[in-house]
C-alpha cells in the first residue's frame, strides 16, 4: 500500500496514525509506506491495482480543478489493465467528465447531495 500527499505533514500524520493502529494491520505495516509527492507521478506505470482519490480542488484561495484532472492522468498511467480507480469528490466539479474522457466511462457508486464516489476502471 502505497499512501501520497504533497503535504510532509499529512504524510507524518498518516505514519503516526499506522503506528497507533499497527495492530489493525495483522502485522502487516512493513507493507505500508508513505510518501510526500506530485500524486503518482513517480510511480511506475502499469504498476497498481486500485487508486483511492479525493483530489483538492482549491490552490490556495481559488477554487480550481486542474488537481484533478492531472491526479487522474497519472493514476491512469500507474493503473495495471483492470485497474480500478475510486474517487470521492464534490458532485459539482464534474470529475465523471473527466473519468469518461481518461477510462471510456465511470459508475456512480455512492453520492449524495454534495458528494459522489466515482468508479472507473481501466480497459483490461
Known sequence: ???????????????????????????????VRFTAADGLAGVEPGSLD??????????????????????FAQAFAALRPGGRLLVVGNRHL????????????????DGDARFVVLGAARAR
Not at 500500500?1 to 504533497?6: F, K, N, Q, R, S
Not at 486500485?50 to 480542488?57: E, I, Q
Not at 470529475?95 to 466511462?105: S, T, V, Y
Open 1 to 31: 500500500m502505497l499512501g501520497v500527499d504533497e503535504s510532509y505533514r499529512a504524510v507524518a500524520c498518516a505514519r503516526a496514525n499506522l503506528t497507533r493502529n499497527e495492530a489493525a494491520l495483522a502485522g502487516e505495516p512493513g507493507r
Open 50 to 71: 486500485l487508486v483511492v482519490c479525493n483530489p483538492p480542488f482549491h490552490e490556495g484561495h481559488a477554487v480550481a480543478d486542474v488537481c484533478a484532472g492531472r491526479l
Open 94 to 109: 464534474g470529475h465523471h467528465a473527466k473519468l469518461d474522457r481518461l477510462f471510456g466511462a465511470h459508475r456512480l457508486l
